[in-house]
């Protein structure tokens, strides 16, 4: 028995084709974090549990959903990966195979501005999608977040495609949300920005994926992407420096 378990904000683009993709698992169960679209609406016109929660962190969120899950074995992706007919059967197959491990990761195929990227770090973007709740949770990250566990960890056959763009702003507008969120992070564990921050690590980011992590043969999506994300490192220092000198 398979629950499948999402979270959501404002998500009315994806959120009915993506329950269509899930109906594999025996129970789905969304919390939404009181999105202003019809997500909720367009959710429940399907056989779902919708619970809203407001959202304070990705972990708190995605933990609170698993400890609403009626069954044991949990699969977790985004709203913007595509669980294809393939990894869905796989899924199945290992959930009901003799012993099988307790968690499995599942290699993703990242689009960005409607192109595969085979580089830029994504050479080796594989994420646990597939877990026994009783011996796997999130980690606590604010954001990036990534599922601990002591358990042998395996790796699944099949890929999902991760098509996280939907357009430049809005791409732009998500790295603002998640270098807030770290700089929350960031704040609570008492760091003080310095020029360190500010000059160094926004030019290391760009440095190692787009020529340590081979960006630069991604072409000029691999550039844009390796540019927005050190920038979004820059943001994240910024957003901690106003929060010391209470600053919104």
Excluded at 11 to 26: G, K, P, T, V
Excluded at 56 to 81: G, M, P, R, T, Y
């Amino acid at each position: 028995m398979i629950s499948a378990l999402a979270i959501t904000y404002n998500e009315e683009s994806n959120i009915e084709s993506y329950i269509e993709s899930l109906s594999f698992a025996d129970e789905i169960v969304i919390v939404d974090s009181f999105s202003t679209d019809n997500t909720v609406a367009l959710a429940k016109k399907h056989n779902v549990t919708v619970v809203q929660r407001p959202f304070d962190n990705f972990s708190n969120q995605k933990n609170h959903a698993i400890s609403l899950a009626k069954n044991d074995w949990i699969v977790f992706f985004d709203l913007d990966e595509k669980i294809s007919d393939a990894l869905a059967n796989e899924i199945v197959s290992k959930v009901n195979s003799k012993n099988p491990l307790k968690a499995y990761k599942v290699k993703r195929n990242f689009i960005f501005m409607g192109k595969s990227l085979k580089y830029s770090g994504f050479q080796t973007d594989e994420v646990i999608r597939l877990f026994h709740k009783d011996y796997c949770k999130y980690n606590g990250n604010a954001v990036h977040e990534t599922i601990e566990t002591s358990e042998k960890v395996g790796l699944l056959k099949n890929t999902s495609d991760h098509n996280t763009y939907k357009g430049f702003d809005a791409y732009n507008q998500k790295l603002s949300q998640y270098s807030k969120l770290q700089a929350q992070q960031l704040f609570q564990k008492n760091l003080r920005p310095n020029l360190y921050h500010f000059l160094f690590r926004p030019w290391y980011r760009f440095m190692h994926q787009y020529f340590l992590r081979l960006g630069i043969l991604d072409g000029k999506e691999g550039f844009i992407l390796a540019y927005i994300n050190a920038f979004s490192v820059f943001k994240r220092y910024i957003q901690l420096w106003l929060m010391y000198r209470k600053i919104d």
